[in-house]
């Protein structure tokens, strides 16, 4: 890869994760001494994530990580609706038997209660962005896959600003349903309760309160 394109995995990677949250001022010169590059590869990659929407840029103030706007979020999340479920049905016919199924189940059991500290919410959040990616690589379709991790990094980026609604128990019960579904290899109900899960959610969004 080039360096441009090294530098664009590495802070789209950072924004995904948070490490980068929405509102985030990025300067260039910061950036590129971070990096250890220049900063022509540092402008390729930010224009490359600005046209992804995944940073705003402004004449001479830089670039900022793009906040998003409750339409874009509910946009996204009808997509997901249409792909995710279709998603999780190929997963049980394809991939129940995948041990990284069982690690994320035994994980999100023992979860218990709310949590506690901003750790416990971004280990939630890490373990919520593994298992839908884990069930999109599952349908074996890599575009399909792609789609839905953009989409759902897209969704969760902006959890930081409209809370989470207190819904982390309901969301991890939702999580073990999906999973059960997946590990039996019922195809129908992993489909239902994928796409159970994304209306809780869209639900909650539309109330002002992502999840």
């Not at 599952?138 to 989409?151: C, E, K, M, S």
């Amino acid at each position: 890869m080039s360096l441009a394109d090294t530098v664009y995995e590495r802070l789209r990677a950072a924004i995904e994760n948070l490490e980068l949250p929405p509102g985030t001022h990025l300067q260039e010169v910061e950036l590129a001494s971070q990096y250890g590059v220049s900063r022509t590869p540092i402008r390729e990659a930010l224009r490359r994530l600005a046209v992804e929407g995944f940073v705003e840029l402004s004449h001479g103030r830089g670039a900022t990580v793009a906040q998003g706007n409750l339409r874009d979020i509910l946009d996204a999340y009808e997509v997901r609706k249409l792909l995710e479920p279709y998603a999780a049905a190929q997963a049980a016919r394809l991939g129940g038997d995948d041990p990284r199924l069982e690690r994320l189940q035994r994980e999100l059991a023992g979860l218990a209660g709310p949590p506690a500290t901003e750790q416990d919410v971004r280990e939630r959040e890490r373990l919520d962005r593994e298992l839908h990616g884990l069930i999109a690589e599952l349908t074996g379709n890599q575009l399909l896959a792609r789609i839905i991790r953009d989409l759902h990094s897209r969704v969760q980026r902006v959890y930081v600003q409209l809370g989470s609604g207190g819904r982390f128990e309901r969301i991890q019960e939702e999580h073990l349903k999906v999973i059960a579904a997946i590990r039996s290899g019922d195809a129908d109900g992993a489909a239902a309760a994928m796409a159970a899960h994304l209306d809780a959610n869209s639900l909650n969004v539309s109330r002002g309160k992502e999840t």
